[in-house]
Structures are given as C-alpha cells and as structure tokens.
C-alpha cells in the first residue's frame, strides 16, 4: 500500500489504471488483442472508473469473442 499520494493524485489514477488492467489479464486472460486493446481504449476514453469497465464489460459481451466463450454462439 503506497505511503504517499501526490496532491493531484497521479499515483492514485495510476494505481487505480494498473489495478483494472490486471483485473482485465485475470478475467479475460485468453481474450485476442484486438479486442483488449478496444476495452482498454474504452475504460481509458471514461477515466478508468468503476462506470467505465461496466460498460466496457458490456460492449464485451455484445462480441462474438465473448459469446463462442461462453457457448452461445
């Protein structure tokens, strides 16, 4: 746990981006890169917030990636 914060909180933000990308490696570890690199784009355009990786889960889920994962397809 960091000791020290910067006051406009750089080291906040960046804990918080390095958190939800190791989140993405654990959930989604097979996922192709095309497709990584389009949900990493999306939580990066909404601030890395916990609004942003639900949305991008959504849009996940809408691929046909996602779905032949899972067995829908």
């Known amino acids: 746990m960091r000791s020290h914060v910067d006051p406009d909180g750089r080291e906040t933000f960046l804990d918080h981006m390095l958190q939800m990308e190791a989140r993405l490696k654990s959930a989604y570890p097979s996922m192709p890169s095309e497709?990584?690199?389009?949900f990493e784009a999306r939580l990066a355009t909404r601030g890395y917030t916990e609004d942003a990786w639900d949305r991008a889960v959504t849009w996940l889920k809408s691929t046909d990636w996602f779905r032949a994962r899972r067995g829908e397809l």
């Open 35 to 38: 497709l990584r690199n389009q």
